[in-house]
């Protein structure tokens, strides 16, 4: 506890309004929370690579969003940190009857579904019991898109399975075609958003999370694209002199090395 006192005391201090840092004291939430997502990220980046010395620093930079948020409330009358630290233990409490009040449970699937059935009656004693309460609109979009999904298949609403999902794919897809022969920008995006939309539930029927499965994707580009870079540069060769045809040949190489 001295430590996370530590930590508090060092933030307080930041943010003392006569002595404090100029640009933590310019922060307020909104313009804070941009790197509070960025750190997450870099948390998952670290496990990712199994980083362990970055991770520690990851999380101890993931935390000190929590005591920046916290501070700032604080200061606003909202709450303080020691509430922050008391409202999750209290979260995690109620959620887990069958180890603090020995409730029984058969196994994790039955904890899953009365984790979800917690949730659920929280989110209808916040007034906000819709099927698709609490999926945050800041998640990011891909990652949003399969909990809307998964939200809307509990109650039923979903295809019966991954087939009826790519045929809705390839009907998004013509419907985007439409949309590109008629010019209009704004319909053109619209049905592109629907298209990802109906990917991102294909991954959910197929047992894939799809932002894991994109930022693998991303990963495959990028290394394959600096083989490129790598293969150009050991010829002596320009991007500028290289025609289409000619790249995607080279590309084309590369993919066949890289399964090699």
Not at 80 to 106: N, T, W, Y
Not at 228 to 246: F, M
Request: hydrophobic share 45%; charged share 30%; with cysteine.
């Amino acid at each position: 506890m001295s430590d996370i006192k530590n930590l508090l005391d060092i933030m307080r201090a930041l943010r003392d309004p006569d002595t404090g840092c100029p640009w933590d004291l310019e922060q307020d939430f909104r313009s804070i929370y941009p790197y509070t997502i960025e750190e997450a990220y870099e948390v998952a980046d670290a496990i990712d690579r199994r980083a362990w010395l970055e991770l520690r620093d990851e999380l101890g930079d993931l935390l000190l969003q929590v005591v920046f948020h916290a501070q700032m409330a604080d200061e606003q009358g909202l709450f303080d940190f020691a509430a922050v630290v008391e409202s999750i233990a209290a979260k995690l409490v109620r959620r887990h009857p069958h180890v603090f009040e020995g409730v029984p449970l058969a196994d994790a699937a039955t904890q899953r579904a009365a984790w979800a059935e917690h949730k659920r009656a929280e989110r209808a004693g916040a007034g906000d019991d819709g099927v698709l309460g609490g999926v945050a609109r800041a998640l990011p979009a891909l990652m949003r898109a399969e909990k809307l999904g998964a939200r809307a298949a509990g109650v039923g609403f979903d295809w019966p399975d991954a087939d009826g999902v790519r045929a809705k794919v390839v009907e998004e897809l013509a419907e985007l075609d439409e949309a590109r022969a008629s010019g209009d920008a704004a319909a053109i995006a619209e049905e592109l958003g629907d298209l990802l939309f109906a990917n991102a539930q294909l991954a959910r029927r197929l047992g894939i999370d799809p932002e894991d499965a994109l930022r693998a994707a991303n990963d495959k580009f990028a290394r394959r694209f600096r083989a490129l870079e790598r293969s150009l540069a050991a010829a002596g060769e320009d991007w500028a002199n290289l025609s289409i045809d000619e790249m995607e040949a080279r590309w084309q190489r590369v993919k066949r090395e890289a399964a090699s």
